[in-house]
């Protein structure tokens, strides 16, 4: 059975932050890794989202130019493909919250619960 892949926060990571192990200068490291990271997942999920636009855009276009010659009542079909905008965006912000920040936001939670202290550093 297919299954999608979530990257987490290292195990590792979360156990020596919740045993409060880290140093100022090694959370700064770590949380440099996660936002590298992030930045490259980012680059990413711009691409499909720009790639993503265009296709809707380009499915919205064909078919307001095409709506004079379908059968049928063409609001209808108008209709059926602009409800594809909110979906797809709906799809983005899915993707980023659960792609793109996750490591981010569990190492800030993590920040906020053990290290308060720190967190101004993180930004």
């Known amino acids: ?4 892949y979530y990257e ?3 195990a590792e990571i979360k156990k020596g932050m919740k045993e409060m192990r880290y140093s100022a200068e090694e959370l700064e ?17 711009k691409r499909a989202a720009i790639i993503m ?3 809707v855009g380009l499915l919205v276009l064909l078919t307001i130019m095409s709506l004079g010659k379908m059968p049928g009542n063409p609001v209808v079909a108008l209709v059926a493909v602009l409800g ?3 979906i797809c965006g709906l799809i983005l912000v899915i993707m980023k919250f659960t792609h793109v920040d996750r490591v981010r936001n569990e190492f800030m939670s993590l920040m906020k619960k053990y290290y308060p202290q ?3 550093l993180m930004g």
């Not at 059975?1 to 999608?4: F, L, T, V």
């Open 8 to 10: 987490k926060l290292s």
């Open 1 to 4: 059975m297919a299954s999608i």
């Open 84 to 86: 594809l905008v909110p």
């Open 29 to 45: 490291t770590i949380y440099a890794s996660i936002m590298k990271r992030r930045g490259e997942l980012m680059k990413g999920f």
């Open 53 to 55: 636009g265009a296709v």
């Open 118 to 120: 720190y967190v101004h």
